[in-house]
């Protein structure tokens, strides 16, 4: 199967996602999850160890500053289901500004990271990558504080993990996952809006919502 950019947005707009068995596998297939992923905006999770880390890893936040990068990061594994055709697409997606990216660097170094697609105020969550301990966890924290200040109504992550689950995931039935997906892309939300992210900011706007 070989997708358009229009293709694959369509796609995200009734529910599916594609994937690849592997990165040299050239062929791509759709994903409807009977249970789904996702990220209550009011939920996440901070443990005092992780607000501790925000404050003083030392790390800096940026938007769309290496999407490139951050996907190659998500790639950077033994088994992973992003093959050229998906990189390609990503990139297509990022440069007309339905795909967006937040990066944690150390220094001048990219040290972690997600990336995802945005229809709407629907924030697709594709994946992450951690070249630090905990960077993957701050990039969260830092992505769920923008997703709520600029006004977006879901963050999907697909799949439920451990790793997702101990920061405030959960998984919902597909139906009521359509409805949910149906409400947020008809609503509007900026995800690159400048904002002012200082972790303490972050870490006491998400402990008020959560």
């Known amino acids: 199967m070989s997708l358009s950019p229009e293709l694959l947005l369509h796609g995200y707009s009734i529910g599916i996602f594609p994937m690849a068995e592997h990165r040299h596998d050239p062929e791509?297939?759709?994903?409807?999850?009977?249970?789904?992923?996702?990220?209550?905006?009011?939920?996440?999770?901070?443990?005092?160890?992780l607000a501790r880390r925000i404050r003083n890893c030392g790390f800096d936040v940026t938007i769309d500053q290496d999407f490139a990068g951050v996907v190659d990061g998500c790639a950077d594994r033994?088994?992973?289901?992003?093959?050229?055709?998906?990189?390609?697409?990503?990139?297509?997606?990022?440069?007309?500004?339905?795909?967006?990216?937040?990066?944690?660097?150390?220094?001048?170094?990219l040290v972690g990271g997600v990336y995802g697609v945005v229809l709407g105020a629907a924030f697709f969550g594709e994946s992450m990558f951690s070249r630090r301990t905990d960077a993957s966890k701050v990039a969260l924290a830092y992505l769920v504080d923008r997703l709520q200040q600029t006004r977006f109504q879901l963050f999907d992550t697909q799949f439920l993990t451990a790793h997702l689950a101990s920061l405030g995931?959960?998984?919902?039935?597909?139906?009521?996952?359509?409805?949910?997906?149906?409400?947020?892309?008809?609503?509007?939300?900026?995800?690159?809006?400048?904002?002012?992210?200082?972790?303490?900011?972050?870490?006491?706007r998400i402990t008020q919502t959560s």
């Open 28 to 49: 791509l297939f759709w994903v409807d999850p009977k249970v789904r992923g996702i990220f209550p905006l009011d939920g996440f999770h901070i443990s005092r160890s």
């Open 78 to 109: 033994a088994d992973t289901w992003i093959n050229d055709e998906l990189r390609g697409l990503y990139q297509h997606l990022h440069r007309s500004g339905h795909a967006h990216s937040l990066e944690v660097w150390e220094g001048t170094s």
């Open 169 to 204: 995931a959960i998984e919902i039935q597909r139906s009521r996952y359509r409805s949910f997906l149906e409400e947020a892309i008809n609503a509007g939300a900026d995800f690159t809006a400048p904002l002012s992210q200082s972790a303490d900011g972050v870490i006491q």
